[in-house]
């Protein structure tokens, strides 16, 4: 169905290939997952697929990409749009209507269908996807994993035989993700559909693939094989198989399943783990009471009580729309209340001035765009080295400590969405808030730069900072997050300590704590382990 032969991309000014030495072939009706580090080449080869890569994106194509018998180099994005479905990491670039019921029509417009059949194909795919009661709503005014929902949707109402997939998990939320992955596993099994995808969040994936591309770095090609097999040698794994390797299991576990019923042993030689510590003394530095905040005519939160305490990492979880992205808002003065009341180091973050908030509270949005505004990355390190008050080569400095190797003449717009999202970080770092928001911060973030996030963060929760962060990363919270605390229709409905809350909630355990509870992580584990005799 899809044929590499010998291809590479060569971006103008890049010191380096973005592709070299592709040479294989996905077959018809399989689910292929790429796998690498970021800046492996992910994104450019399934551009290369879409034809967006070198046609939209520029570049040089070197070799041949051929889809269903068609030369991308001869046959542009549109003349491939009835074969070819594509869904980048940014859901928003893709949308070109107001609705998403107008939005999951488009395509099918585009090619001429019949409306019978648009009907009754869009009606499928909201029920496909969950998004029946969000049919009316404004694209503008969905959370980020709806947006991602309906751009998924909006392609697959085409029925194209080759889906392309950048990231398709990466704002939803453990339950959403699920479902998605579901559906495009039907496609694959009663359709036929070749589903080409890219997913740093393996723990999610690597159980549907039927095939793994390995991207190991650069000056090393790719290599197409079994998902055991390949996760052997992966610089990135997820949880569950860096378990196994652990634990000296072969072959390799790719699911809880399988790793749990290989862990009796194990479960027995591990002691109880030690007791979480003590909670905070301090007073909070950030209050929320009573909270309603309105998005529109419906409340987004619902009388939200939480403190936030110096030196403690917070994670926000729950559903897609829970409410998640509008209390980070609240804290930071996007969004003014309805009721209640918000205090952020002894500010009101909505009457209060710009210039002054920023040395009290920084948010990373889910969009970095939103803060990436200069011409190159040196411009913008100069740019938050100079509003922090910070000394010069602060801003690089961090930047180069959460993902070495981001040259500083690209402009952020040609950084991957992981590297725009690093640089945003960096930016909001500079400043040294004592509180700090994030909003999804590991989306787009392979394992190694999400460890050196994680390092970063602890040592700024070492030195007294309080980090707040919105997640559905469920490993990322095990690993990091003292406590938890989970939003559901705009309501807090748990909050405490993250062992006792994930451990209590199926949809937000960790891989580790399915298999070897009341373990979180395998760092855990393998300390636990080093400590028996």
């Known amino acids: 169905m899809i044929t590499f032969e010998q291809v590479g991309v060569r971006y103008a000014d890049a010191a380096e290939p973005a592709l070299r030495g592709v040479d294989l072939t996905v077959p018809e009706g399989e689910l292929c997952l790429l796998v690498g580090p970021s800046g492996a080449g992910k994104s450019t080869l399934l551009g290369t697929v879409s034809g967006l890569v070198p046609h939209f994106t520029g570049g040089v194509l070197e070799g041949r990409v051929t889809v269903a018998g068609r030369d991308t180099r001869t046959h542009r994005p549109r003349e491939l749009a ?38 009754r194909r869009v009606e499928e795919t909201l029920d496909l996807l969950g998004l029946a009661e969000l049919r009316g709503r404004a694209l503008s005014a969905l959370s980020g994993g709806q947006r991602q929902r309906v751009a998924i949707g909006s392609v697959l109402t085409v029925h194209p035989k080759v ?37 740093h969040r393996l723990e999610r994936v690597v159980q549907y693939a039927d095939q793994v591309l390995l991207l190991p770095g650069p000056g090393e090609p790719p290599v197409l094989g079994a998902p055991a097999a390949l996760m052997a040698r992966s610089p990135v794994r997820p949880p569950v198989v860096d378990l196994g390797r652990l634990a000296g299991w072969d072959p390799l576990p790719l699911t809880v399943r399988d790793a749990r019923r290989r862990a009796a042993t194990l479960r027995e030689r591990l002691p109880a783990p ?14 929320v009471s009573r909270l309603v905040v309105s998005r529109g005519p419906v409340p987004a ?21 829970a409410g998640k992205s509008t209390l980070l808002g609240s804290l930071v003065g996007l969004h003014a209340p309805d009721s209640g009341t918000v205090r952020v180091d002894g500010r009101t973050p909505h009457k209060s001035r710009p210039k002054d908030l920023i040395r009290s509270v920084g948010l990373v949005p889910q969009d970095p765009r939103d803060l990436l505004y200069a011409e190159t990355v040196a411009d913008e390190c100069t740019a938050a080295d100079q509003d922090a008050g910070a000394e010069p080569g602060a801003c690089r400095s961090i930047l180069a400590a959460l993902l070495p190797g981001i040259d500083d003449r690209c402009h952020p717009r040609d950084l991957s969405e992981g590297q725009r999202l690093t640089l945003a970080l960096a930016v909001v770092l500079t400043a040294r808030p004592p509180v700090l928001l994030l909003d999804e911060p590991t989306r787009g973030l392979d394992y190694a730069a999400k460890a050196r996030l994680v390092e970063i963060l602890r040592a700024l929760a070492a030195d007294g900072h309080t980090v707040l962060l919105a997640t559905h990363d469920v490993e990322l919270a095990a690993e990091l997050a003292h406590r938890t605390a989970v939003l559901a229709e705009g309501e807090i409905v748990a909050d405490g300590p993250t062992p006792e809350v994930v451990l209590a909630s199926p949809t937000f355990a960790p891989q580790t704590a399915k298999i070897l509870p009341p373990y979180l992580t395998v760092p855990e584990v393998a300390a636990a382990l080093r400590e028996l005799p």
């Open 163 to 199: 889906l392309v997939l950048d990231e398709p998990t990466s704002a939803l939320d453990p339950g959403a993700a699920e479902e998605v992955l579901a559906v495009l596993q039907r496609l694959v099994h009663d359709l036929g559909t070749t589903v080409l995808l890219s997913e």
């Open 301 to 321: 939160l619902r009388g939200v009580e939480l403190a936030l305490f110096p030196g403690q990492i917070t994670a926000l979880m729950g559903r897609n729309g």
């Open 82 to 119: 009835d074969v070819v479905g594509t869904v980048g990491q940014d859901p928003a670039g893709h949308f070109v209507t107001d609705t998403v019921e107008e939005e999951l029509a488009y395509g099918m417009e585009s090619l001429g269908l019949p409306p019978a059949v648009m009907r």
């Open 274 to 287: 030690a007791p979480a510590p003590a909670a905070p003394t301090a007073p909070a530095i950030a209050t």
